[in-house]
């Protein structure tokens, strides 16, 4: 496994900057839950997230590191 990599999607009629960043901080915690489950390390230099639209017009928020073993 090269990275972790993580997503949530928000509804459209729910997206809100504050439902934004309470899914951005989830999917960290996850990122890290997971990192510790498997006993690897984040390489926090390399996260990145992104969001993108479905064609619905919900939000998917992903979030991705690379891991250090």
Do not use: C
Not at 23 to 48: P, S
Not at 52 to 58: F, L, M, S, T, V
Request: proline fraction near 3%; charged fraction near 20%.
């Amino acid at each position: 496994m090269n990275r972790i990599r993580v997503q949530a999607t928000i509804d459209r009629d729910a997206a809100s900057p504050d439902s934004i960043a309470a899914a951005q901080e989830y999917l960290t915690g996850q990122m890290t839950a997971r990192a510790e489950n498997i006993q690897v390390a984040l390489n926090w230099n390399t996260f990145r997230t992104y969001v993108r639209p479905n064609r619905h017009g919900d939000l998917i928020l992903t979030q991705w590191a690379k891991v250090v073993r």
